[in-house]
């Protein structure tokens, strides 16, 4: 059984930078592919951004392309998401989450292929 930690989360001004951690706590995350999800208030949950286990392939929302860094250190069985330029609109409960496919596939965006969920970090990003 494998259980996440996030963590990293916090208030930020608009423009500045977070970077959210998650960790296995138990079992190993190293042949997951994982995934990184967040939900505002009143709205559903959504994708963010998704890695393979390996690191080789990346997948972001159009929403944090270009703003979001997903990366993994399987050695510490950990994994990142680096967020720059945020904006208020990022605000949200950032949820950690493993497929035990290896391989990220489009299909994980939609979070059902997703077998262990972390129990979130809050992200307050402030105008």
């Known amino acids: 059984q494998v259980q996440l930690v996030e963590s990293g989360g916090g208030l930020v001004q608009a423009g500045g930078s977070l970077r959210l951690s998650c960790a296995a706590s138990?079992?190993?995350?190293?042949?997951?592919?994982m995934g990184w999800f967040r939900q505002a208030p009143g709205l559903e949950r959504e994708f963010v951004a998704g890695?393979?286990?390996?690191?080789?392939?990346?997948d972001y929302a159009d929403s944090v392309k270009g703003r979001f860094t997903i990366s993994r250190d399987n050695a510490d069985n950990t994994v990142y998401l680096q967020m720059n330029s945020l904006k208020p609109e990022d605000t949200a409960v950032y949820y950690c989450?493993?497929?035990?496919?290896?391989?990220?596939?489009?299909?994980?965006?939609?979070?059902?292929?997703?077998?262990?969920w972390g129990k979130g970090t809050l992200v307050t990003v402030s105008s």
């Open positions: 989450a493993a497929s035990r496919s290896s391989v990220w596939y489009p299909d994980l965006r939609m979070g059902y292929g997703m077998h262990y």
């Open positions: 890695i393979s286990w390996r690191g080789a392939t990346t």
């Open positions: 138990a079992g190993t995350i190293s042949t997951y592919a």
